[in-house]
Nanobody, 126 residues
Framework: EVQLVESGGGLVQPGGSLRLSCATS????????IGWFRQAPGKQREGVAA?????????NYADSVKGRFTISLDNTKTTLYLQMNRLKPEDTAMYYC??????????????????WGQGTQVTVSP
């Protein structure tokens, strides 16, 4: 059984930083994509960042977070991270970790992902 458990969310001031973690179990990373998504109240879920785990990983970021967010995974390939810097109020959302059974370029479309965590709330406010 695949399990994804997010942590690290919280309240932060604009310009601040947070690091989200996603602990995985039962999921085989190699040659599959895994990523971060977010959903703000009243809005559709959107892709934030994704990684294709391979000898030479591929990374994909939403335009809104490029240069501010960094996705990474640990050497054991069981924990996914999202380092978020220079946070803005519009980054406020529930953040979800998701894992795909697909290979190739790491897409940011929620429909491409098969497994989801419960989410961790990120609030950016003065």
């Amino acid at each position: 059984e695949v399990q994804l458990v997010e942590s690290g969310g919280g309240l932060v001031q604009p310009g601040g930083s947070l690091r989200l973690s996603c602990a995985t179990s039962g999921y085989r990373w190699w040659s599959h994509s895994i990523g971060w998504f977010r959903q703000a109240p009243g809005k559709q879920r959107e892709g934030v960042a994704a990684i294709f785990a391979d000898e030479t990983p591929d990374y994909n970021y939403a335009d809104s977070v490029k240069g501010r967010f960094t996705i990474s995974l640990d050497n054991t390939k069981t924990t996914l991270y999202l380092q978020m810097n220079r946070l803005k109020p519009e980054d406020t959302a529930m953040y979800y970790c998701a894992a795909s059974l697909l290979g190739g370029w790491p897409k940011l479309s929620p429909g491409e992902y098969n497994y989801w965590g419960q989410g961790t709330q990120v609030t950016v406010s003065p």
